[in-house]
């Protein structure tokens, strides 16, 4: 079966810190991967995506996300974290045998002043 | 400006009523999508619909029912079947399916629902 896994409910990290949001997949196949964030009562907003091609992937608001073939991982990166960065994170994989994506159970993080 | 438009954005419901959550998008995208968010669980789909007159049960149907007479439209009905509704729902649409592997979904702001 296809999944997503988030092994961390919280992740804390102080400003100015580099902070890092972990994701592995289970898919067969290559996968192709996203992260959204998302801020209290607010719908989901798309960070990045990896698809094909070069296993670094930078996306929005200073976020990139490394793809590792043999750790099965996509976790999510920022040089420099920031206090507006505290929000719900997820990483998704799209179901191949259907239209539709496959969600993580999410990461809280929270970025200390 | 295109996008998904929910609402409304906070809503009641008594218990033994059903209601409908409205999802509009102008995106002119093929397939849309419901998710239910609870605290620790993540995103769960209800049910998706890849083109109009068409929708699939998603993981957790039971207690739901939806149209697509439009493609523009999506709504979702929670009936009174439904035991524990009180949740933040989520609206999302993606392109085509044909090309919607090299995409992701556009989500809408959500509708809490709370059950008094």
């Known amino acids: 079966a296809q999944s997503v896994a988030q092994p961390e409910d919280q992740v804390n990290v102080a400003e100015g810190n580099p902070l890092t949001v972990k994701c592995t997949y289970s898919v067969s196949g290559n996968p192709y991967l996203f992260w959204y964030v998302q801020y209290p009562n607010r719908g989901l907003q798309f960070l990045l995506k990896y698809i094909t091609g070069d296993n670094l992937v930078k996306g929005s608001y200073g976020f990139e996300a490394e793809f590792n073939k043999s750790q099965t991982s996509f976790h999510l990166k920022k040089p420099s974290a920031l206090v507006s960065d505290s929000a719900l994170y997820f990483c998704a994989v799209r179901d191949r045998t259907a239209d539709k994506l496959i969600f993580g159970t999410g990461t809280r993080l929270q970025v200390f002043p | 400006d295109g996008g998904i438009t929910q609402s409304p954005k906070y809503l009641f419901r008594k218990e033994g009523q059903n209601v409908t959550l409205s999802c509009e998008q102008n995106?002119?995208?093929?397939?849309m999508y419901w998710y239910r968010q609870d605290p620790g669980q993540g995103l769960r789909l209800i049910y998706y619909?890849?083109?109009?007159?068409?929708?699939q049960k998603g993981d957790i149907a039971e207690g739901y029912s939806v149209s697509r007479e439009k493609k523009e439209s999506f709504p979702l009905t929670v009936t009174s079947a439904q035991k524990n509704p009180t949740a933040f729902y989520l609206c999302?649409?993606?392109?085509?399916?044909?090309?919607?592997?090299?995409?992701?979904?556009?989500f809408g702001s959500g509708t809490r629902l709370t059950v008094v």
């Open positions: 995106l002119n995208h093929d397939a």
């Open positions: 999302a649409s993606s392109i085509d399916p044909s090309r919607a592997r090299y995409y992701g979904y556009t």
């Open positions: 619909s890849q083109i109009v007159n068409d929708f």
